[in-house]
């Protein structure tokens, strides 16, 4: 399948700069947004993914979440905080961050490490800086606003269209199983490794340090 009816015009498009701005135009609302890359990460295979001119839609995620059923208190994560922290934060608050970190690791010269009191993970500030520009040059965002996210992430999971980066509730268990590799590899190293006290959190110049 390579239809996907939430993205038909490339201004829906947003990258880095333009969702970290002042005024950001991303809604503090709820919603699902579709991550498109133009350099796909390595052994992610497209087939079956949708194109819109030279970028490839590799993941779909919401925010909030969808209510837990055990009577907790709902997430009050909205798209805006969502797609900043993605752009901004550092791969222990972004599975998207820490997913492409991962991947493109041997690329990029990224690895996750223990930081703090050891129980987060990161790719700490230089890392977390070399993400920061890739991910400007080939990351972009569209949203749509839905009172219900979760009900159009399962659709959209459903419908055939392959997304190899999403994990939970693909039915493309191959790329799933990429994933899930490369991410579970990394933390076995970060784990052999001694903790470092840089978290990967306030990087200067930019919105990171407000948002890790």
Not at 54 to 79: C, F, H, Q, W
Not at 124 to 129: A, C, F, K, S, V
Not at 139 to 166: C, D, H, K, M, Y
Request: glycine share 10%; charged share 20%.
């Amino acid at each position: 399948m390579t239809e996907f009816p939430y993205v038909t015009r490339r201004s829906a498009l947003h990258d880095r700069a333009a969702v970290l701005a002042t005024p950001c135009p991303v809604p503090n609302a709820a919603g699902i947004y579709a991550w498109f890359f133009k350099e796909v990460p390595p052994r992610i295979e497209t087939a079956g993914c949708f194109l819109f001119d030279d970028l490839t839609l590799l993941y779909v995620g919401i925010s909030p979440k969808e209510p837990p059923a055990n009577g907790r208190l709902p997430s009050r994560s909205m798209l805006r905080q969502r797609l900043r922290t993605h752009y901004a934060g550092n791969a222990e608050g972004s599975t998207l961050r820490r997913t492409l970190g991962c991947l493109l690791g041997d690329c990029l010269g990224l690895e996750l490490r223990r930081v703090g009191s050891g129980g987060r993970y990161t790719f700490t500030n230089p890392g977390e800086r070399v993400l920061d520009r890739w991910m400007q040059d080939n990351a972009f965002v569209a949203w749509r606003e839905q009172p219900t996210p979760w009900v159009t992430e399962l659709s959209i999971l459903r419908s055939g269209l392959s997304l190899p980066l999403n994990v939970h509730g693909n039915p493309n268990q191959v790329m799933a199983g990429v994933v899930q590799s490369a991410r579970s590899r990394a933390r076995r190293r970060a784990d052999e490794l001694p903790i470092v006290v840089d978290s990967g959190g306030a990087r200067r110049g930019g919105v990171a340090s407000r948002l890790s």
